[in-house]
């Protein structure tokens, strides 16, 4: 454990590498592609993207021209897809970085039809088509309708996003995978992208030519109902600062939102919301120490966590322990759960300040 960071940080590029091997095996022939927007779910776009380009990842989504800029450096010769589209004015940027927007918007495809061409042709772009979320991409009648436009040309993707994939019985899903059918039809020879990670598990009718996955990329589950068949990528390890006895009707942390139930030993950990660790955690969430779960008591501070550890071992109770935040038993999803959010915000949090640690890669691997 380092002496100079509250708390290590784990990321296991060869899990990362593995995952995307168990999706490209579930999407059976569907092209896998990985998303790593938002720093690569936090777990870092520099280290992870070649990663995933050395398991044989080669098409890649971002969210924002930096994070493809990003992207670009991190696997040069990826296509790179922006998921946000492109902003006003902002066509020629694309093109210097041979990057590809997302289209979602009339004026957005106008836009890029006339400045975002290279100039001997057609620049490649995704169609996305909003079949439900109500939040990006043309509605079904707009893209059916400019379906027959001769000025659109070939989109390289049409693409459409599930809005409760990861729920395998809700009935949208089915009439998501019909309405993106249908539109298909109306686009034919165009490759077509529907399934984020869980989407990949829906079955063969939401696979098309494209998966998207992110968050199983990064250890979540992408079947909440069923045990999560993928490696965990994220491992979160912080150090007992002090360990103190407190009796019966002591308080502990700000506000005193905390009291002893009787008498209780409490360790103190170095790590915080400063560091991207969610305060909603207070109360409710919890650290593994000598494999015991401790819970946390009183609010999460700035800098600092409380554990009730008394029942964990003594052996395992000195000044500089281990206790784990994240791994074992209390993967991404269950410290979402614990924090009253979800896995993804976990690792999108996931802050600078931690002594980060890549493990698992190799370079030489092709
Ligand atoms: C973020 C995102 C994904 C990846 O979703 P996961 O649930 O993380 O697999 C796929 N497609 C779009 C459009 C997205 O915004």
Redesign the pocket.
């Known amino acids: 454990m380092t002496e100079s960071h509250g708390a290590r940080l784990t990321i296991d590029l060869g899990a990362l590498a593995a995952n995307w091997r168990i999706l490209a095996a579930q999407a059976a022939g569907a092209e896998c592609a990985a998303?790593i927007?938002a720093d690569a779910?936090g777990c870092g776009i520099a280290r992870a993207a070649p990663a995933l380009w050395r398991a044989g990842c080669r098409t890649f989504?971002v969210?924002h021209l930096s994070e493809a800029e990003a992207a670009r450096r991190a696997v040069p010769e990826a296509v790179i897809y922006v998921?946000n589209g492109f902003p006003p004015g902002s066509a020629d940027a694309y093109r210097a970085g041979g990057f590809r927007p997302v289209l979602g918007a009339r004026a957005e495809i106008a836009e890029w039809a006339q400045t975002g061409r290279a100039p001997g042709g057609a620049l490649p772009a995704a169609l996305h088509v909003d079949t439900g979320m109500n939040r990006l991409g043309l509605s079904v009648p707009e893209a059916l309708d400019l379906a027959g436009d001769p000025g659109l040309g070939a989109p390289s993707l049409l693409?459409s996003?599930l809005v409760s994939?990861e729920v395998a019985g809700d009935p949208l899903n089915a009439r998501q995978v019909a309405d993106f059918a249908r539109l298909r039809a109306a686009f034919p020879g165009v490759p077509a992208s529907l399934a984020?990670?869980?989407g990949i598990f829906l079955g063969p009718e939401a696979r098309h030519q494209m998966v998207?996955?992110?968050?199983?990329l990064y250890g979540?589950n992408?079947t909440p109902e069923r045990p999560n068949p993928m490696r965990p990528v994220v491992r979160l390890d912080a150090r007992i600062l002090q360990l103190r006895d407190v009796s019966r009707g002591e308080t502990a942390g700000y506000n005193a939102r905390w009291t002893a139930p009787g008498p209780r030993r409490l360790a103190t950990l170095s790590v915080g919301y400063a560091d991207g660790y969610p305060r909603s955690a207070s109360g409710r969430g919890a650290a593994l120490v000598g494999g015991v779960l401790c819970p946390f008591v009183g609010t999460v501070s700035m800098d600092l966590i409380i554990l009730d550890v008394t029942d964990a071992p003594a052996a395992a109770l000195e000044r500089g322990a281990p206790a784990t935040l994240i791994g074992d038993r209390l993967d991404v999803d269950e410290v979402g759960r614990r924090a009253g959010t979800i896995g993804?915000e976990i690792l999108t949090s996931l802050g600078k300040r931690y002594d980060r640690h890549y493990i698992g890669d190799d370079p030489a691997a092709g």
């Not at 998207?212 to 199983?216: C, D, E, I, L, M």
């Open positions: 998303v927007k779910y989504f969210a998921l693409m996003h994939a984020n990670s869980s998207r996955p992110g968050y199983a979540g992408p993804y």
